[in-house]
Structure formats: structure tokens, C-alpha cells
């Protein structure tokens, strides 16, 4: 009796496993901010667009592709040429999603991995046909115009594939060894010439300068030449008064310098 018990019991436990197991391969989570397409055994891939939640399928039949929604960067490197033909190193910062209702063609017609496939072709063919309206000055102080103009173009080319562009920047943006030596040589030249240019106009002010003494120096003998043919001697001896006044006014105030009284024979009164 006991052994039928135990017999009926494992026989329900097999058939709750095996409900189970059904109950849970016809189950499928979409996590949030992800969405799902379901591929179809005899229908193909169904237009209809799943969202987030727990939903049912049909096993074996039925298989759920999840996507994820949500913005995701992604940087792309490209090599291109100038308008001046500079090579230009650029990378490309790009924040993409897919567009949720065009999942089911984004599937059929690129795949999964459909990120990899799109972005790098169209974001090099973009770049490059922008990059070669500019020259390589151009794309130094116009950064903010090549750069709107590349977000425009790539938009609008990825919006034919499904695909959201939320911020396109550019990150990176260097020239090759060649242009970069160039700008160098051309900022050591200029730096010379501006040398160049301030010795001059410092020879300039000398000049000027010594025409402007030599000029102060001739009128004033001109202005002593005629005093002296005015005053005859008299000027000369005022002359030498004021140069006595001056000496004597020095050596008073010498330290070392001591005065006798003129006539004296000795330095103190004594009795002869």
C-alpha cells in the first residue's frame, strides 16, 4: 500500500516538474528600457513590438529577440583629407538608439548587431564629405560649424536605417606630422619677425632720440656763443663763481676737509 502511495506521489511530482517546465519556457522578460520582437517558426518575425513586463509565447514555436533601447555612445575613428589636402585624424562621439517601432525591420533587414554594421560606414562617409568642404585652418577656428554640419548630415542618414541620433561631437580632431611641423615653423617665424620688428623700432627711438640730444646740445652752445659775444668775459666768471660756490658747498659738508685761516702761521694762538 505504501509503495502505490509513494508511486502516486513521484508520478504527480514528475507531471508538476514537466507543467512547470512547460509554463516556464513560455515565459520571457523585458527588463526596462529594452523591447522585443518575436520571431515566428511558420509566421517569421511579427510587426508587433513587445514592451517591457513578463509575456507569454509559444515554446519551440516562438522566440523573443530583446533590444536594448536605451542611449548608448559609441565612438568612431576616421582618417580623412582637407580641403587643402591635410590628412585629419578625427573621432566621432556618437549617442544612439533605435527607433521602437521600426524593430521588426531593423531585424529582418540588418541584424542584431545592427550598431556595428551601420554606424562606422555612414559616420566615415559623412565625416569625409564635410571634412572636404574645409580647410585645415577652417576646421581649427570653425569647429562649431563642422560640427553641426556633421550632426545634420549623419542625422538625417541614420534616421534611413531606424536609428535616433541623440548627440553627435566631435572629441578628437589632430592633423598629420607634416601640417603640424608647418604651424610650428610658421609660429617660430612670426615670434622672429615680431623680434625683428621691436629692435627696429627700438633703433628708431635711439635714433631719435640721440637727433633730439644733438639738437639740444647745438642750441645751447648757440645760446653761449652769443652770450659770450654779448657779455664778453663776464659770463666766464660767473661761470667760475658758480662752479667755486658749488666745490666749496661739497667740501663743507666732507668730513675729511679742514679749513685754516689764511695769513696764520700756526694752527692755534699761542704766545710767540
Known sequence: MAAKVFESIGKLGLGLAVAGGGVNSALYNVDAGHRAVIFDRFRGVQDVVVGEGT?????WVQKPIIFDCRSRPRNVPVITGSKDLQNVNITLRI???PVTAQLP????SI???????VL???TTEILKSVVARFDAGELITQRELVSRQVSEDLTERA????LILDDVSLTHLTFGKEFTEAVEMKQVAQQEAERARFIVEKAEQQKKAAVISAEGDSKAAELI???LATAGDGLIELRKLEAAEDIAYQLSRSRNITYLPSG???LLQLPQ
Open 55 to 59: 509575456h507569454f509565447l509559444i515554446p
Open 95 to 97: 549617442l544612439f538608439r
Open 105 to 108: 525591420r531593423i531585424f529582418t
Open 111 to 117: 541584424g542584431e548587431d545592427y550598431d556595428e554594421r
Open 120 to 122: 562606422p560606414s555612414i
Open 159 to 162: 534616421a534611413t536605417f531606424g
Open 225 to 227: 656763443a652769443n652770450s
Open 264 to 266: 696764520q702761521s700756526v
